[in-house]
């Protein structure tokens, strides 16, 4: 209901009237040249981060620690340019690593669809009692941070769902379960998210299918999720984003090191290579492109999804 | 369509199960559990209001949630100010507008982990790049060692994570940009306004709605912070960078003490939920409510 009263705000009819066309020539052209400068100074004070990063994975040990900093790196085109990289995946696991964060993230992401996909769809086109109730605590719960059910959930898996799958010869801790059901289940944004799209289906649609007899779920099922591909798309890259990133989770439930996914890698990398910039930001580098060519290519999917329902996933 | 009564019910079933175990059934445990001592493996021992009491009567405590209201009180403007100024930078029809907004929406979809490594590296006290830069060309003499200094971690921390959000802000303001109709602005230029009053006068008020939600989202988050504290500081040096969620993480995962942190994590909860109830009851008074 807050983000509710919030897009009420956002999303109402746009009016655009063109009065740009009365400006003087020359005073646009100065006020363009201006525009571009703040925008690319602004571009590059976001995106130092990011290129001191790569700039420091070409670095050979000595020139990490001169000084003055060196702008442009000494490996640089050099045969051993990706040295700080190849030693990476050579001594330290990190194409498992980043095999790890593909599996939970595609799992989880894909659970998060289908979930949220049912309970969107009842939100939207189905009566039954409690419905406005469930809704409502659905959204309120997405204002209660993760540090207060955090330990319950811990605790629950500890000793209720580890001796649980003990006894059946299974594992609950030191598996990717906890990773992937939770996020699984719960996915507040993405039942909000897919109701509202569900909500813009217009009804006749589903009259035909109606009409020849199909079930409820059939409707579901060939009707409205085929109807949904641009908002799945979105919702999936969102939550892939969200769980390739997670760290809370991983950090407690993950045990061995052939199970860490990367943000979890890069943290015990981290406290055993302190000084080793270059190897420490190719494992950054690594964790941060896969995600950098989804974005680069599904943009307009991602912008479109923030934009509506105002929450990262 | 025509459905037996208990049809809607199978749809929502596995989110409502989802939301039994790990959202309403942990929210109620919490609760109960914040009246135990619960240590380890040990089995829990009812204390009443131990966990408060002992939370109250300590100096960490009070200091912890000193570093949660300053992280708050920086964090909270610096995101909206800083997404505002980039959605006003984005607004521009211009060629590669998208490259730009591209750029700046980045560091919102990275790893804080992975950034955080990059940001230690550059504020790194000899040859942090940072320092660097003050002491060549600022003539700071003695810059600060940043992240081993009590007085300046946490303000490392409020950088970092204000660099880190202000894109999602900056994507719901320039929607709300987008639906500022321009007939406004023409009637204002008509009227001899000047950008800035057409700033102050027009688009500030016709965002107060957008502004309110993402003040909403953005305290939230600022109460919830706990990567960033997890990847560069781990709340130190002696705990002066150490804000409620990564005392309640500390406290639960490193120091297996479930009834204290489950206390410290009530308090949280109940301090969001007042900070959120006020914004609701302050909102009429500076949201412009027909904006549109």
Redesign the interface.
Known sequence: MLIEKAKRGIATPQFRVQVDNVRHHGVTLTRHTLNYALLIVTAFLMAFPFLWMLSTTFKTQSAIFSLPPMLIPDRLFTPDMFSSYERLFAEHNFARYTFNSFYVSLMASIGQLITASLAGFAFARLEFRGKNVLFGLLLATALVPIEVTIIPEFLLAMQVFEPLFNFFGGRWIDTYNPLIVPSFFVGTTGTFLLREFFRTVPRELEEAAVVDGATVFHIYRHVYLPLSLPAMTTLFLLAFINNWNALLRPVIYVKSPELRTLPIALTTFQSEYTAQWDMLLAGSVVTILPLLVVYIFAQRYIVEGISTTGLKG | ???A?I???M??M??????I???????V??FL?SFTDWRGTRPPVFVGLGNYLEMFNSDVFWLVLLNTFNFTLLYVPGVMVLGLG?AL??N?K?KG??V????????????????A???N??FTAR?G?LN?VLR?YLGVSNPPNWLSNPDTALLVLVIVSI?KSAG?PM??Y???L??I???L??AA?IDGANGWQQFRHITLPMLT??S??VL??TL?DA??T??VT??MTRGGPLNASTT??FY??NN??NFFR?GF??AL??V??VI??IL?YINFRMRSRWVVQD??
């Open positions: 369509m025509r459905y009564k049809t809607p019910y749809f929502i596995p989110m409502l199960l989802g939301l175990l790990f959202r309403f059934g942990p929210i445990a919490s559990i980039l930078l984005v521009q211009l507008i998208a730009f907004r591209g750029i700046y929406y980045l560091p919102a979809i990275t790893s804080m982990v992975a950034v490594l990059v940001w590296w550059i040859f790049v660097h060549t660099w999602l994507m719901i320039l929607a709300g987008k639906g109709p321009a007939y602005y023409e230029r709605p957008v309110f939600f909403i989202i939230f109460f919830s706990f990567e997890f990847a409620l969620p309640i993480y639960a995962f479930y942190s489950s994590a009530y949280l909860m969001v939920m959120t904006a549109y």
